[in-house]
């Protein structure tokens, strides 16, 4: 398992990389910009199977970053309360640019240490829907950036309270994006590679 050092070194390469792809990629723009943390997770997830990493995970591993991502949870919501409209998250090298770059992994180690976690104590339990959506889990993870982009645009006109419509984009996505992943499971070519 590695250690919180690594875990940390990692946070900051993924924030450093994301801050340069959105200096060619801003956020909006390209899907891109969120690249280097879909690298990453992408190259740790390999890494984590043969090394049995997800077994070995324990609370005492997660708990600092369910700490830290809880701590850092409104920072962004703060800063753009505080910035106002002329402060650019999306790009640049802003004091706000560098915070949405840097949030968002540690958000994001938090978020998946306990959802694994969590899941795993909780959830972990033979049943037919949880095979259903555990077969499509990694085509869901390919297709999902421009799903999320599509239901969020195709809403984007909708006026609403934020968290209403940060609930309807989220409950569409996730919906769509599953139901969109299980024709490549079906297909024989596809199969071998989803």
């Known amino acids: 398992m590695p250690s919180w050092r690594e875990w940390f070194l990692c946070a900051l390469i993924v924030s450093a990389g994301t801050l340069a792809l959105r200096q060619v990629f801003p956020i909006g723009t390209s ?8 690298v990453v997770l992408f190259v740790v997830g390999v890494r984590a199977k043969p090394r049995n990493w997800i077994a070995q995970l324990t609370w005492k591993n ?23 409209s002329h402060a ?4 640049g090298f802003s004091w706000a640019a560098i915070l949405n770059a840097f949030w968002e992994p540690f958000i994001a ?3 998946i240490a306990a959802w694994l976690l969590v899941f795993r104590e909780r959830f972990n339990r033979p049943s037919a829907v949880w095979d259903w959506l555990n077969r499509r889990a990694y085509a869901v993870y390919i297709i999902h950036p421009p799903v999320l982009v599509g239901v969020s645009l195709s809403l984007h006109s ?37």
Do not use: E, H
């Open 31 to 38: 899907l891109f910009g969120y690249w280097a943390i879909y």
């Open 62 to 84: 997660g708990r600092p970053w369910v700490i830290i991502a809880c701590v850092v949870w409104p920072t962004p919501p703060l800063g753009w309360r505080f910035a106002g």
């Open 88 to 91: 650019n998250f999306n790009t």
């Open 109 to 111: 180690w938090g978020f």
């Open 158 to 194: 909708w006026i609403a309270p934020a968290l209403v419509k940060f609930s309807a984009v989220g409950l569409l996505a996730c919906t769509a994006t599953w139901l969109l992943a299980d024709p490549p499971v079906q297909m024989s070519g596809a199969r071998r590679v989803v």
